[in-house]
């Protein structure tokens, strides 16, 4: 029995090795990244929606050019547009969205504190990258792009898709003060008298981006096709992560949402793999990254199409198209698709799409962080600062799990009471194993001590921590959220390392008030602890490291109560 301590220190390895593993995602070496060559050499029909019911003869008119080149309105071949939350282009050619910009999500944030406590002690300060978050993107070798257009069935005639030329009356659009929504219609027209409108509606305050394709049809005789959109992208190097850390980075890479299986992930090799083909009610498809996702929402009511695609250079499609459509001869029809490409802020997506607040991936420990991050957004409603949020559920979970940690520290105690009986033990054992712990097991009997009862509470807190460690990591809110004094952005590590060092100084101190082990190998294990978790504390988000050091207070006052008051009985 006197391996007891076995159990704690395999779990604080556990805790080691998660933490060398989220250490190495940052910080450990990245894999190059091959080039991408210029995706506008690619076979047109490759980046299609392939269907099998749609015959070789419209997939093959689907890449002809318009049939009647009608000069646009205005010389520009982008739209910009702009509202109070996004900025964006509009590529006529196909109607792409391209360089989507979140205007209140700079890349970096301003530290002015900071900066002024490293010119107080000589530092220059840092230079930080003010530009705003890019999301959809038109260089190939960062490649992001929101495709939507239409595919004719047999027989029908050729109608616009992502390729085709798009006319529009003006340059640019602004969401004016005021102003509650704007629309960019596009015009596209073939010389058989099929006249297709895209429109893009922007609504103040919103991600979410209405697309609307308006089919008239004035070509002499019926129409027949389908709406898809897709997104196509490229990964990057900024989203690869080292493969031994491939299962604790935050997921990059395709997912879908269906009514059977509900959240899917189909990362990039699955797309190599083998292409997807399901059919849903409603659903969605989407690109996510770490905070925030592009996903385009078909209609709810209507029967979806999902499919992936491998293209050339390295590029990945997911996406989906519609039911077949028919229009009349001298009617039209309107199909609508909604996209939404934004910060995964969790009340904001629910109410957009079912399931889509699941983009906010906290891995195989979602049944713990969904709590976490319901019970910090409620504190934080009161606080109105992220830093008392973090230290308000700091509370929540310790009341919690206090009577588990009240029975483990009255057992600690105890077994810090007896330690010199039990070392008496050892001496007097020493060459009889056997009888040392028949001894010692009869001294814990009647004691009334449970060697044990200290190892629950620790074995529990792995998970929690690790919760938080996903929740923190993962939840936009905390993404440059400050707390207090030189502490601006808790979701990066303390830019003074106080925290870190006030952790490693609150784990010595709970270790002092624990029995050492009658090992003395384990016993210079553990001493180990402290220092090892400060180093790899140093670089870990301020906010986890202030939740372990008001945890470690908390213990610590509670521990050195309990202990007094065992001493104190005779």
């Not at 509900?262 to 083909?277: A, H, P, T």
């Not at 100084?505 to 553990?526: E, F, R, S, W």
Request: with cysteine.
């Amino acid at each position: 029995m006197d391996n007891i301590r076995f159990v704690l220190i395999v779990a604080f390895a556990m805790i080691l090795l998660l933490l060398w593993q989220a250490w190495q995602i940052d910080y450990g070496p990245k894999p190059a990244v091959a080039q991408i060559e210029n995706p506008a050499t690619t076979d047109v029909k490759e980046d299609l929606p392939a269907d099998a019911k749609l015959s070789d003869q419209t997939q093959s008119s689907s890449q002809q050019k318009d049939p009647v080149a009608l000069p646009a309105t205005t010389s520009a071949a982008i739209i910009t547009v702009k509202t109070d939350v996004l900025a964006l282009e509009i590529d006529l050619q196909g109607g792409t969205i391209q360089n989507l910009d979140l205007i209140d999500y700079p890349v970096e944030k301003d530290n002015t504190v900071v900066n002024k406590l490293r010119t107080l002690v000589g530092l220059k300060p840092a230079e930080k990258n003010r530009n705003p978050v890019r999301l959809f993107n038109s260089s190939p070798e960062k490649m992001f792009l929101a495709q939507s257009g239409l595919i004719p069935v047999s027989g029908s005639s050729p109608a616009s898709d992502h390729h085709s030329v798009f006319n529009s009356q003006n340059s640019s659009y602004e969401l004016s003060e005021g102003q509650d929504s704007i629309t960019v219609p596009l015009t596209w027209t073939d010389s058989n008298g099929l006249e297709i409108t895209k429109s893009f509606t922007f609504k103040r305050g919103s991600y979410e981006i209405t697309l609307s394709q308006n089919i008239k049809n004035n070509s002499g005789k019926d129409w027949s096709g389908r709406q898809y959109s897709q997104l196509l992208r490229v990964p990057f190097q900024e989203n690869q992560g080292n493969m031994l850390t491939s299962g604790m980075r935050a997921y990059d890479g395709g997912v879908i949402y269906t009514q059977k299986d509900k959240y899917q992930k189909i990362n990039f090799d699955d797309m190599v793999d083998e292409n997807l083909d399901v059919v849903t009610q409603g659903g969605w498809t989407a690109m996510i990254q770490h905070y925030f996702a592009s996903a385009w929402i078909p209609p709810a009511d209507q029967e979806n199409h999902f499919y992936t695609k491998h293209l050339k250079d390295e590029r990945y499609v997911i996406g989906s198209y519609s039911p077949t459509v028919t229009v009349a001869n001298n009617s039209e029809t309107q199909l609508v698709s909604r996209l939404f490409s934004g910060p995964k802020i969790q009340p904001v997506m629910e109410k957009i799409a079912p399931g889509l607040e699941l983009t906010v991936d906290y891995s195989v420990l979602t049944f713990i962080g969904k709590p976490i991050y319901w019970l910090l957004n409620k504190i934080h409603g009161f606080t109105l600062n992220w830093g008392f949020a973090i230290i308000g559920v700091t509370l929540c979970i310790k009341l919690l799990m206090f009577p588990l940690t009240q029975a483990s520290f009255i057992s600690m105690a105890k077994m810090r009471k007896i330690q010199p009986r039990l070392k008496e033990l050892q001496e007097r054992f020493a060459d009889d194993r056997q009888r040392f712990n028949t001894e010692m097991m009869a001294l814990y009997k009647k004691e009334k001590v449970n060697p044990l009862g200290g190892c629950l509470p620790i074995l529990i807190q792995i998970p929690v921590f690790m919760s938080l460690y996903w929740v923190l990591g993962e939840t936009v809110e905390f993404r440059q959220a400050p707390f207090m004094l030189w502490i601006q952005d808790l979701s990066v590590m303390d830019p003074f390392l106080v925290l870190p060092l006030v952790m490693g100084v609150t784990m010595k101190i709970q270790q002092g008030l624990n029995p050492p082990p009658i090992d003395p190998v384990q016993a210079k294990i553990l001493k180990m602890f402290p220092v090892v978790f400060t180093v790899f504390f140093l670089f870990f988000p301020a906010g986890l490291v202030l939740y372990w050091v008001v945890n470690n207070t908390l213990s610590i006052i509670q521990q050195t109560y309990i202990t007094k008051k065992i001493n104190a009985q005779a």
